[in-house]
């Protein structure tokens, strides 16, 4: 089946340092990826949908200069989490979609845990 | 928006059987999806309905979709230790939207 890689699985970086996270999907070319945030015991959050060769689309209340995201490939989104907080502590999530994004299953990477200290 | 609720918690024996449902506000979704999620892991796909059926069955589980009452459930048979974790129902509208996520406890 599908695979989708994401790396680092878990970093930890100091208040003001930048992260970068890549998600890659293995074996099949994604169009478009998304980029999940997740809070302890609660649901995923979308933050941005990730275009291949052109700007992302963010949520309402997510800062694109925060959350920097490049779609460079068809099998590569990378999300670079810039001058980094505490607050940005969290557990990120990318997924991609093999067929068209809003008629086809979403298969997700394992997750990067990102501890700000 | 999207609009999905779950119950957050469901403790079963081994053995028995685990429903877990779900209901939600738009019915605009093409495939309705069930994800797994261990701790501190990604998504799992599970099993996924398309909206104009109401059952699926996949082995040990079972999707229920009763569209009159925007119900989704899922039933997993001869529930395992293995089985533990978080299910999210989840709806496609362009962008894939999630319940709050179900626990599910399997005690020995």
């Known amino acids: 089946g599908a695979v989708v890689s994401q790396h680092p699985s878990r970093v930890i970086c100091k208040s003001g340092t930048s992260v970068k996270i890549e998600c890659r999907s293995l074996?099949?070319?994604?169009?478009?990826m998304f980029w999940y945030r997740q809070f302890p015991k609660q649901s995923l959050m979308l933050m941005a949908t990730?275009?291949?060769?052109?700007?992302?689309?963010?949520e309402q209340g997510v800062e694109k200069d925060k959350f920097l995201i490049n779609h460079a490939s068809l099998t590569l989104s990378t999300l670079t989490v810039t001058s980094a907080h505490p607050e940005d502590s969290s557990f990120y999530i990318c997924?991609?979609?093999?067929?068209?994004?809003?008629?086809?299953?979403?298969?997700f990477g394992n997750g990067t845990r990102l501890t700000v200290t | 928006g999207e609009d999905v609720e779950q119950s957050l918690f469901l403790s079963v024996r081994e053995g028995d059987s685990s429903v877990i449902n779900c209901t939600y506000t738009?019915?605009?979704?093409?495939?309705l999806y069930w994800y797994k999620q261990e701790p501190g892991a990604g998504l799992q796909l599970l099993t996924y309905?398309?909206?104009?059926?109401d059952m699926k069955q996949d082995q040990r589980l079972t999707v229920l979709l009763n569209k009159k009452d925007k119900h989704l459930s899922l039933r997993i048979a001869d529930t395992q230790t293995g089985d533990s974790a978080i299910y999210f129902c989840?709806?496609?509208?362009?962008?894939?939207?999630f319940g709050q996520g179900t626990t599910l406890q399997v005690k020995p």
């Open positions: 997924s991609a979609s093999q067929g068209a994004a809003d008629n086809s299953p979403l298969h």
């Open positions: 074996d099949f070319q994604a169009t478009t």
């Open positions: 990730s275009n291949e060769g052109s700007k992302a689309t963010y």
């Open positions: 738009d019915s605009s979704s093409t495939y």
């Open positions: 309905i398309f909206s104009n059926m």
């Open positions: 989840a709806f496609n509208t362009g962008k894939l939207i």
